[in-house]
């Protein structure tokens, strides 16, 4: 069947001069967020706190434990961040069945596998990204994944993008960041690549 117009305005189109790609994962790769933003809503909700959306994306990039402490400081909980965490994460764990693929981004992966050498960076932590990347057929495309495990800094800073360009061995110039989020955006112009915003892509 040929493709429509509306079809091929949503292909992601990569400059001839790229020679490594590297990808974000929750949000980006995995349509993870909302799962991840009604598990904080949910954990915070006892202590009579919400938020946003588009407040929650602005916080999105970094470990988990580092998010906790910043809702805990932001809004003063009563509550350590590693209690916050556990709740978020079992809460996560309930509903990762929600997670799916993102069309546009997963498109890449098969278009250019085997043309471009590909890899993860996440602030997620190593366990939680082999095991989403695994259940969701993908990780075997991935000569790197670059996690929060692997890291002293996180986003912005550029070293989870600078660490994965320097394991496809790819100029970090060279380089092409798929991310989602404001503080992954800015580590990968840190970092001094190009980069996609890979949310005017979703269906």
Not at 166 to 182: M, R, S, Y
Request: aromatic content about 8%; some cysteine; hydrophobic content about 45%.
């Amino acid at each position: 069947m040929a493709e429509t117009h509306n079809q091929r305005q949503k292909d992601i189109i990569i400059s001839r001069d790229i020679k490594g790609l590297i990808f974000d994962m929750d949000g980006t790769l995995l349509n993870s967020t909302p799962v991840h933003y009604q598990a904080w809503l949910s954990a915070c909700q006892p202590f009579g706190v919400s938020f946003d959306y588009d407040f929650f994306i602005t916080l999105t990039g970094r470990p988990v434990i580092e998010l906790a402490r910043d809702l805990i400081a932001r809004y003063e909980l009563a509550v350590t961040p590693m209690d916050l965490v556990a709740h978020k994460e079992s809460l996560v764990e309930d509903n990762l069945n929600k997670v799916t693929l993102i069309p546009a981004v997963f498109d890449v992966l098969e278009r250019y596998r085997g043309l471009l050498p590909m890899a993860v960076g996440t602030g997620a932590s190593r366990q939680r990204a082999e095991r989403l990347l695994r259940s969701s057929g993908i990780e075997d495309r991935f000569k790197a994944i670059v996690t929060s495990d692997d890291v002293s800094h996180y986003k912005p800073h550029p070293e989870t993008f600078l660490n994965a360009a320097a394991a496809l061995g790819v100029a970090p110039a060279d380089c092409l960041v798929f991310e989602d989020g404001h503080l992954g955006i800015e580590a990968a112009k840190a970092a001094g690549m190009q980069v996609i915003d890979v949310k005017p892509y979703y269906d």
